[in-house]
């Protein structure tokens, strides 16, 4: 995530695609939990079709996976507070 810093521009320097979505790529062969796979998935929208997908959708379908996955698991409501 750290590739990502949410809150200034750019967003997402253009270095850090191909890394950052290597890193993705990495962790899903490893697995995880099922926690660890909703962060992975969620951050995936960051990285996922940065030439064809706007900064701002791909940032908003990231807001909505990290509100919505969570709710799912009892115990994830800490979650919400990377999306708030």
Do not use: C
Request: aromatic share 10%; no cysteine; hydrophobic share 35%.
């Amino acid at each position: 995530m750290t590739y990502f810093p949410q809150l200034w521009e750019p967003y997402l320097a253009p270095e850090d695609v191909a890394r950052g979505q290597l890193e993705i790529d990495q962790v899903r062969r490893i697995g995880g939990s099922e926690r660890e796979r909703g962060f992975i998935d969620a951050l995936n929208m960051i990285y996922a079709k940065t030439d064809s997908v706007p900064h701002p959708k791909r940032a908003n379908a990231y807001t909505l996976a990290m509100g919505n996955w969570p709710s799912a698991i009892p115990t994830m409501s800490s979650a919400r507070s990377f999306t708030r």
